[in-house]
């Protein structure tokens, strides 16, 4: 079992509030992963980090942002979030070049 | 946002069988495939992975097959178990050290006692 954790497993909120989805890993990794997934569908890329002070933006454009400070943490923030942000939230993680991801649980998000 | 899913293509097997869930991957110079097992409500959990010097690698009860001359990847697992039921994506990368994995649509696979 992987060791890479997210806050909340599960959240609802209205229209316009401000979240940040919490995503942690405890195995040192430098290379860590944001990624969107709808019902049934497949995942979406929407931000990366190499490293501490490193992000990118994934290949789904997104109105999220993201800060890599520590190396453990990633946390993704929604200014104002939109019924159209309603999906399940996918965090992961690397050891290297061309390694396999670790993922967390997911946070499910519902925007009202 | 949230949409409406498509339909993930279904494999149906009963509990014994082997399966077989098939990917078609899209850039050729990718050199690096994994697969993953995602069951309701959880993560992607890695299965098995593979590199472009390969074309079969075995685990336990899940071998890997890659074709590269047509782009394709394959999974097959021995003896499924209801416990095997989930939904299967395959994901390449190109091993540059800077480039991301992409990921697959997906199939669900369906393993009935």
């Known amino acids: 079992e992987a060791d890479i954790y997210q806050t909340p497993r599960y959240l609802v909120i209205g229209t316009g509030k401000k979240i940040t989805l919490e995503c942690s890993q405890t195995m040192g990794h430098d290379k860590m992963y944001w990624y969107q997934q709808d019902p049934g569908m497949e995942l979406h890329l929407i931000h990366y980090?190499?490293?501490?002070?490193?992000?990118e933006k994934g290949d789904l454009s997104s109105e999220s942002t993201v800060s890599r400070i520590r190396t453990e943490h990633f946390p993704l923030t929604l200014e104002s979030a939109r019924p159209s942000h309603t999906s399940q939230y996918l965090c992961a993680s690397e050891a290297g070049m061309g390694n396999e991801q670790f993922f967390g649980p997911g946070t499910r998000l519902t925007v009202l | 946002g949230e949409s409406v899913g498509l339909h993930l293509p279904t494999l149906s097997v009963q509990e014994g069988d082997n399966s077989i869930i098939n990917c078609a991957y899209s850039n050729s110079a990718s050199d690096y495939f994994i697969w993953y097992k995602q069951e309701s409500g959880k993560g992607p959990q890695f299965i098995i992975d593979?590199?472009?010097?390969?074309d079969k690698r075995q685990g336990q009860r899940v071998t890997v097959l890659l074709n590269k001359t047509v782009k394709h990847l394959s999974l097959q697992i021995a003896a499924t178990q209801p416990g095997d039921s989930a939904v299967y994506f395959c994901a390449e990368n190109i091993n540059s050290g800077y480039s991301t994995l992409t990921f697959g649509k997906g199939t669900m696979l369906l393993v009935s006692p």
């Open positions: 980090s190499y490293g501490v002070n490193s992000t």
């Open positions: 593979i590199r472009s010097n390969m």
